[in-house]
């Protein structure tokens, strides 16, 4: 069972849908005792890094999840899910993160249209259980103004916004996250999420 964690920030009801389409059963909550007992983790999000780090000490979701991730389950942020698995964020304020992946995460100054919104290229960096039935230079959907900036070894790929290399997935052990949004990335995003699959078994 993957806990899709409610913290008050998103598309919780897109990603569960993703995840019924693919038969694998998951079940939204901010239950320690279902969350302990989940063998994969998913943390959705569309709102900001501060309000999204606010909520999970608010619902003392925090302990748990770095809980489980010591313990080895997996764990995917999707969008500001996967913003916030970084050491801090500078949206509004600084704001201190999970601290799961190194790394920090910005407002995107560059000279393109600010929110990137679209489809881009994955470009792969390394092998990644999440990249396993999908090819280089597929195209998958984002919709972000923030980004994050982490070390090369946490990097599996990247896309390319103008000029801009846009981190695109990351990983550190089992803590993995993508900026796009895999549940709106169509035949491309669901077998991003098979990837996960194959890591919950």
């Known amino acids: 069972m993957i806990a899709i964690i409610d913290y008050n920030v998103g598309n919780l009801l897109s990603v569960q849908s993703a995840f ?12 320690p005792i279902v969350i302990k007992q989940a063998k994969g983790i998913v943390l959705p999000g569309v709102g900001t ?6 909520n999970l000490k608010q619902f003392g979701l925090i302990e748990i999840i770095s809980e489980c991730k010591d313990k080895g389950v997996p764990i995917l ?20 993160g999970l601290g799961f992946i190194p790394g920090v995460v910005d407002y995107m100054n560059i000279d ?15 092998e990644s259980p999440l990249l396993q039935y999908i090819d280089e230079h597929d195209d998958v959907y984002f919709v972000h103004s923030y980004m994050a ?6 990097l599996v790929a990247y896309s390319m916004y103008g000029s801009n290399k846009i981190t695109a997935i ?3 052990k089992n803590v993995m996250g993508c ?3 895999p549940e709106k990335s169509g035949k491309i995003g ?5 990837g996960f699959r194959e890591m919950i078994g």
């Open 190 to 194: 669901s077998k991003i999420l098979m």
């Open 49 to 54: 890094f501060k309000v999204a780090m606010q």
């Open 179 to 181: 900026q796009f949004h």
């Open 77 to 96: 942020g999707i969008c500001l899910g996967m913003q916030i698995l970084f050491e801090k964020g500078f949206e509004v304020e600084e704001t201190k």
């Open 20 to 31: 019924d389409r693919l038969e694998m059963e998951s079940v939204i909550t901010r239950d």
């Open 112 to 126: 393109e249209k600010i929110p990137h919104m679209g489809w881009n290229q994955l470009v792969f960096c390394q």
């Open 170 to 172: 990351v990983k550190n």
């Open 149 to 154: 900036t982490c070390p090369q070894d946490n």
